[in-house]
Nanobody, 123 residues
C-alpha cells in the first residue's frame, strides 16, 4: 500500500507560480512511477505530467508543456510540480498518483492516489 499526501496548493494571481509537493510512504519510492492529474469543477480528471522512476523521463499534457515542470527526489520520497505562468484555466484540484508500472498519461493505469490539493488562479 502507498500513501500519498499533497501540499502546496493555494490561491495565486494569473501569471504567478506555485510548487506542489507529494510525499509518499509505504513502498520503495524509487520503484514507483509518479504523476500529477487535475480535476476542474464539472470536468473529468485529466493528466498533467508524469515522471519515470529515476526521473530520467518526463511527459506533459500539451496544455501545461513549457509552463509546468515535474521532478522527484527519491531520497526524500517526494515528487514536485512547479507551475509557472498560471492562468485561470489551471484552477483545479491537483492529485498525485503513483504506480509500480510504466509511465502513462492514462488515469486508470495508476493504482494509488492522494486526496488532492486545491489550486485557484484568479484573473
Amino acid at each position: 500500500q502507498v500513501q500519498l499526501v499533497e501540499s502546496g496548493g493555494g490561491l495565486v494571481q494569473a501569471g504567478g507560480s506555485l510548487r506542489l509537493s507529494c510525499a509518499a510512504s509505504g513502498r520503495t519510492f524509487s520503484n514507483l512511477v509518479m504523476a500529477w492529474f487535475r480535476q476542474a469543477p464539472g470536468k473529468e480528471r485529466e493528466f498533467v505530467a508524469t515522471i519515470s522512476r529515476r526521473g530520467v523521463s518526463t511527459y506533459y499534457a500539451d496544455s501545461v508543456k513549457g509552463r509546468f515542470t515535474i521532478s522527484r527526489d527519491n531520497a526524500k520520497n517526494t515528487v514536485y510540480l512547479k507551475m509557472n505562468s498560471l492562468n485561470p484555466e489551471d484552477t483545479a484540484v491537483y492529485y498525485c498518483a503513483a504506480d509500480p508500472g510504466v509511465v502513462s498519461a492514462t488515469r486508470r493505469r495508476y493504482e494509488y492516489w492522494g486526496q488532492g490539493t486545491q489550486v485557484t488562479v484568479s484573473s
